[in-house]
């Protein structure tokens, strides 16, 4: 079962742009990245997914370089909206009974003013 | 995508008693996860209940504690049984869907106090 390590917390600006980067040194080949973003009292909500290279979606990019052992997910210009935790998962959500999605510590992101 | 409710959203119980928790998801799914999470802390899987088998306990958790119903698609109960202040926590249901993507959804949650 892949762990994932992540910063506890980082702090940015209105405007910036923000890397929050994730180390699974033990993922496997069938496995893929999963990122949630999660506010206070409310349950996670999933970001973006990616397996290797680069991936973009409305909200986010995923970089994932080819030994596949970290990962970076990368929020551009982050407002105050996007002050959450956000979590990085690894696994195979097509391994049926096997697939358990666990989530390790997370990174408390606050955007200031 | 999947839209998911739990009941109740939250409660304050005696310790000794037990509480049921129900999900409902707005579409069928195979795989769902039952999760407690503590105030400031990160998720704590409690079991896999996918449709179909007998719901699988991650370590530290015991069905005669947390047992877990699934009897369709679309529903599931996690019960925390006998309890004690130490379960006052918040507990999730989650789905995983596989079409297109293979993410989770998760519900709003239930924050559960026991005094």
């Known amino acids: 079962l892949a762990k994932t390590t992540q910063p506890i917390s980082m702090d940015s600006y209105e405007g910036q742009e923000v890397n929050i980067t994730c180390s699974h040194n033990?993922?496997?080949?069938?496995?893929?990245i999963t990122w949630y973003q999660q506010f206070p009292s409310q349950g996670p909500r999933f970001i973006i997914q990616?397996?290797?290279t680069k991936v973009t979606n409305e909200v986010a990019s995923l970089f994932i370089p080819a030994d596949r052992k970290s990962s970076t997910l990368s929020l551009p210009r982050v407002s105050l909206s996007d002050t959450a935790v956000y979590y990085c998962?690894?696994?195979?959500?097509?391994?049926?009974?096997?697939?358990?999605?666990?989530f390790g510590r997370g990174t408390s992101l606050i955007v200031h003013p | 995508s999947a839209v998911i409710s739990q009941k109740p959203s939250r409660d304050i119980c005696q310790r000794g008693t037990s509480l049921t928790i129900q999900c409902q998801v707005d579409s069928q799914v195979t795989m769902m996860f039952w999760y407690r999470q503590q105030p400031g802390q990160s998720l704590t899987l409690i079991a896999t209940?996918?449709?179909?088998?007998?719901?699988?306990?991650e370590s530290g958790f015991v069905i005669d504690k947390f047992p877990i119903s699934r009897p369709n698609l679309t529903f599931s109960t996690l019960t925390v049984s006998n309890m004690s202040p130490e379960d006052s926590s918040i507990y999730l249901c989650?789905?995983?869907?596989?079409?297109?993507?293979?993410?989770?959804?998760f519900g709003p949650g239930t924050r559960l106090t026991v005094t």
């Open positions: 989650s789905v995983g869907v596989t079409s297109p993507g293979g993410e989770q959804y």
């Open positions: 033990n993922i496997a080949t069938n496995d893929y």
């Open positions: 990616g397996y290797k």
């Open positions: 209940a996918n449709q179909g088998s007998e719901a699988t306990y």
């Open positions: 998962l690894v696994g195979d959500p097509w391994a049926g009974g096997s697939y358990i999605p666990t």
